[in-house]
């Protein structure tokens, strides 16, 4: 134990081997991995983050907050644990911590499409649909295959009554992922006037080819 604590290449060593067994599927042994880390190194704000998403896949949510929470004590900088508990504290409903900790992810990581449609969802949650709006948007520039970004773009026009927009959206959605069910159904819905029947029914129609739970 001695030469551990003098050494600190064995938490990295335990690090790794939590890394395997979570990618095994041993969650338990990945945990317990991850403590021995810290044990050795109890600023090691990976394992932290590490035992955070192992702890989440269990479903220990609290647990897992507390994890990615302690990452960000060692590391405020660290842009995947911010996204991860904001992930979290919206399934708490805390939003407006969880949009402190999506903006924070967004201005330390940019570059990533995922941040921006998640924040996107809270604020169309809290009824800030232009924000919302702008969001999911930035997504689409960062990732123009982002098949759920078009769809809850698509959803929150046709809330907004931007109709044609929704439909070009909607019909992006089912572009870029033809199993998208949902887009399907949707652009079904949206397609009210009666020159339009037969390709409203034809996306119904698809819906149900894809996901019988639509009949």
Not at 199 to 212: F, V
């Amino acid at each position: 134990n001695k030469a551990l604590s003098i050494n600190p290449n064995y938490a990295q060593a335990y690090y790794n081997m939590g890394n395997a067994l979570k990618d095994q599927g041993k969650l338990e042994e990945a945990i317990e991995a991850y403590t021995k880390a810290l044990s050795i190194k109890p600023d090691y704000a990976d394992a932290y983050y590490n035992m955070g998403n192992s702890l989440k896949e269990q479903g220990k949510l609290k647990e897992a907050l507390e994890a990615y929470s302690k990452a960000l004590s060692i590391n405020p900088e660290y842009a995947d644990a911010h996204f991860e508990l904001a992930l979290l504290l919206v399934e708490e409903e805390n939003f407006k911590k969880a949009r402190k900790h999506f903006e924070k992810t967004i201005e330390i990581n940019s570059a990533d499409a995922k941040p921006f449609f998640h924040f996107a969802l809270l604020l169309q949650a809290i009824s800030e649909f232009e924000l919302s709006r702008e969001n999911f948007l930035k997504a689409i520039d960062l990732d123009q295959n982002f098949a759920d970004a078009y769809y809850h773009l698509g959803q929150l026009l046709r809330d907004l009554e931007e109709f044609e927009e929704a439909k070009n959206n909607l019909e992006k959605a089912t572009d870029v992922d033809q199993n998208h069910t949902l887009a399907y159904y949707h652009l079904g819905r949206l397609l009210t006037d009666p020159e339009d029947f037969e390709q409203a029914q034809k996306n119904y129609l698809t819906a149900i080819d894809i996901d019988g739970k639509f009949k």
